[in-house]
């Protein structure tokens, strides 16, 4: 393959990625929206149960929004009665967010809507070509992500 070709794929690959995410977002926002979830929503709460005792800096990396917006959106879901904050701050001064009985209720439910869409991302797709788009999705992160630390 000559550069050219070689650098319009790589263009076309980046905007393809983009799309599906955008994609994605969009049929995720549609299946959380009947239970007043947001994608965001989803993510913090999905962290919060595979992650307790997070800290508020790392819960807002992972579900790629700001400090500042995961305090707004952590309030907003105190309010919804989602999350519960304990009431001492714990080490840096943060206080421990924690899923409600009722978010992680609600996180079940969202769970299974999330899977429906991520089967219908899939569904043109055999196991192997399913493993080997991860494996190629997780060597081009990496890539990216490669002397971040």
């Not at 929503?41 to 807002?60: D, H, V």
Request: aromatic share 2%; glycine share 8%; charged share 25%.
């Amino acid at each position: 393959m000559d550069d050219a070709t070689e650098a319009a794929l790589a263009k076309e690959l980046g905007i393809l990625l983009k799309a599906t995410q955008a994609a994605l977002h969009h049929r995720m926002d549609e299946a959380l929206r009947p239970l007043g979830l947001t994608v965001s929503q989803y993510a913090c709460l999905s962290t919060l149960r595979a992650e307790p005792g997070i800290t508020g800096s790392e819960l807002a990396r992972r579900t790629f929004v700001s400090r500042q917006s995961m305090n707004v959106l952590v309030q907003g879901m105190e309010r919804q009665g989602l999350v519960d904050r304990a009431e001492e701050p714990g080490p840096r001064r943060e206080r421990a967010v924690a899923p409600t009985p009722s978010g992680t209720a609600v996180l079940a439910v969202a769970e299974s809507r999330v899977a429906g869409v991520t089967a219908r991302m899939l569904g043109g797709l055999d196991a192997a070509e399913r493993v080997a788009l991860r494996d190629a999705l997780v060597a081009s992160r990496d890539a990216l992500l490669a002397g971040d630390d």
